[in-house]
């Protein structure tokens, strides 16, 4: 039996674990000056911190009512019941924190750095005229960063908008300078703007959420025995169980040589300031959906003008530029019938096992795809989880170590790609990209730097073509990559449009309620 952690529920942020999940958020930075009165506000706040307790009781009573309700898993968020919430989480920037002289910064350089600092690492547009670039950003450049990050969520649109007006006045009262708002809002079945059902793919944290031990926080479907040896890695079928550690401080990390026996924190992670918090990295992307629209023909003539791949067809193209087709399953699987429960039970090396369930089902072995002939080695899912893939970085079981939540919420309406002609389809929209880990560097730098804007890596097989970037140092921006056919013939695309584009966003440390109440002195 592996002995997992006790998870510290009223102290971890809501929306780190196991995620605000909330219809309807607001996100504000913040900038704090000398008339600002923090403590003011944070004595204000405090008692109003979403936590990871508060979160889970209302994740565990729309389960019940799903189950009333004959909807299983996900889908339970498409039931409608509005309790007319408001929830709030905060984060501060290494500014403010250097001010109190706190650890956090030291711990991780790129936090310590900032993410305009990092910008040309992660591939961000080098042109100052391009509105990718750092110096165009609506948040976070050396002129514009954040001192605190503000997430609001509610069930209610309407809610939200009231509570946040009460925010703001109090922002203002306590003499807090907003710097940057923006809405989000889920679209209808949990879509992204280009059409692609998204947040599919999570780790499954491991660890209890009461101190008897007997409430696991991840619901553990697979049986135990001889008949499943990967039981112990796995809650569900495709389902891998991650060590707190990885996105929580004070907790066990994962290992890089062993799935189930974890690595202590480091010294310097096991400070009492840093115990159950967090980074997280805000993205603020716009997505250029009539672009891609248009675009994703032309890449997709170059595809079949070659007599290997006339055969394909163009939504089978999209769909392996992402490894999933719009519904969210996975192109690995070809025509095998899958419940949309195990859309994430495959594997790129190995085959997967049949696992027996707990409830006596069995769930039927996935074939493997290690050269790329089903899913491209340059499809996005596959770019930032090789899964059981040995990589340039290591062994497979180092590649879990990289793993990040996410927590990102569209932005903007929908595009109407019935009517291109429609004057909504002028306004701006995207995605606010949220990620949560203990190392920015280690983890979400790593994913965007080393595999999703390298070529080269983890496969020689070309860029990420729908998220990737390259800076436009590479032949003028062109992006490549390389299809192969069931014959392990190859085809290379290239793309010379970018579809998804960076305008601001920042680094932030999001602590535990008692350092919050720390801060107040």
Request: glycine share 8%.
């Amino acid at each position: 039996m592996i002995a997992e952690p006790i998870l510290e529920i009223d102290e971890i942020q809501g929306n780190i674990i196991p995620g605000f999940r909330m219809p309807f958020q607001y996100f504000a930075g913040c900038q704090v000056n000398a008339q600002s009165d923090l403590n003011g506000f944070l004595n204000y706040l405090l008692p109003k911190i979403t936590t990871m307790r508060e979160a889970l009781t209302y994740k565990e009573d729309r389960v019940a009512r799903a189950k009333q309700a004959g909807i299983r898993g996900k889908e339970s968020f498409t039931l409608t019941i509005e309790q007319n919430l408001f929830w709030i989480n905060i984060g501060f920037g290494k500014k403010l924190l250097g001010k109190f002289k706190m650890d956090a910064e030291e711990v991780d350089l790129a936090y310590k750095l900032g993410l305009a600092a990092r910008s040309s690492l992660l591939g961000d547009p080098s042109d100052t005229t391009n509105e990718g670039n750092k110096k165009n950003w609506k948040l976070g450049n050396e002129q514009n960063g954040a001192d605190i990050f503000l997430i609001a969520a509610s069930d209610n649109e309407t809610t939200l908008l009231k509570r946040v007006e009460e925010l703001k006045a109090k922002l203002t009262e306590f003499a807090l300078t907003v710097i940057y708002e923006e809405n989000g809002g889920r679209l209808d079945e949990d879509r992204e703007h280009f059409g692609f059902k998204d947040g599919i793919s999570q780790p499954s944290v491991r660890g209890f959420v009461d101190k008897e031990r007997k409430t696991l926080l991840i619901d553990r479907l697979v049986a135990e025995g001889n008949e499943n040896p990967s039981a112990p890695e796995f809650a569900a079928p495709g389902k891998m169980l991650i060590w707190p550690g990885q996105f929580v401080f004070g907790y066990a990390k994962q290992s890089p040589d062993n799935y189930r026996e974890p690595e202590p924190a480091s010294e310097n992670e096991k400070s009492d300031f840093l115990k159950n918090g967090s980074f997280l990295v805000f993205r603020r992307l716009k997505q250029d959906v009539a672009t891609f629209n248009t675009y994703s023909k032309t890449m997709f003539q170059q595809l079949i003008n070659t007599p290997d791949f006339q055969g394909e067809d163009y939504e089978t193209f999209l769909a392996k530029l992402v490894g999933r087709f719009k519904d969210g399953k996975p192109v690995i699987l070809g025509e095998q019938e899958v419940a949309p429960e195990n859309y994430n039970n495959f594997n790129f090396n190995a085959d997967t096992p049949v696992f027996r369930l707990r409830d006596g089902k069995q769930v039927a072995s996935v074939k493997a795809d290690q050269p790329g002939m089903k899913c491209p080695a340059f499809a996005h899912i596959r770019k930032v989880n090789p899964r059981d893939l040995p990589t340039d970085l290591g062994k497979e079981t180092d590649s879990a170590t990289f793993r990040i939540i996410r927590r990102g919420i569209p932005f903007g309406k929908p595009y109407d790609f019935d009517n291109p002609e429609n004057p909504v389809n002028e306004t701006e929209r995207g995605l606010l990209f949220l990620s949560y880990q203990t190392s920015i560097e280690r983890q979400f730098e790593r994913l965007t730097q080393k595999w999703m804007n390298e070529p080269g890596r983890p496969t020689a097989m070309g860029y990420d073509i729908l998220v990737g970037q390259n800076g436009e140092e590479d032949e003028n921006g062109v992006k490549w990559c390389k299809f192969m056919d069931d014959n392990r013939q190859t085809k290379e695309i290239t793309a010379e449009k970018t579809f998804v584009i960076p305008t601001g966003g920042g680094y932030f440390f999001c602590p535990s309620v008692s350092t919050v109440r720390g801060l107040i002195s």
